[in-house]
């Protein structure tokens, strides 16, 4: 999964331009030619989204915006590769150019679980 952090701009609701957006759009048409997307979307600013924190007693909700921008995600792609460096390779294609910032992780798989299946 690459997810998109969150910038001043995108919290702040400001919609990339036109030529970013077409930058995007050629990305995403490459990683489905590829046959690796398997989903993605971009996020609305966090001041529209809600926090829930589960401590063992109680449920608190708390309402957007979150202080921490560098801490949120604007977006994100699911996609399915073979390899690190495949995924690696995919990421360094981003049509990114403002200081943007992504962050790479690996989805877990049910396979990644079976050692703790009950017999």
Known sequence: MIL???TPESEAGVIPSAQA????????EALIDAGIMLHSEGLMASSKGTRLRFDG????????PFAETRELICG????????????LAWCRRIPFENGEEIELRQVFEAADFAVNAVA
């Not at 007693?57 to 957007?64: A, C, D, F, P, R």
């Not at 792609?77 to 460096?85: A, F, T």
């Open 76 to 87: 994100f792609w699911l996609i399915d590769v073979k390899s690190r460096d495949e995924a």
């Open 4 to 6: 998109v952090k969150a």
């Open 21 to 28: 957006f077409a930058a995007m759009d050629q990305y995403n």
């Open 57 to 64: 007693e109680g449920i608190t909700v708390t309402g957007g």
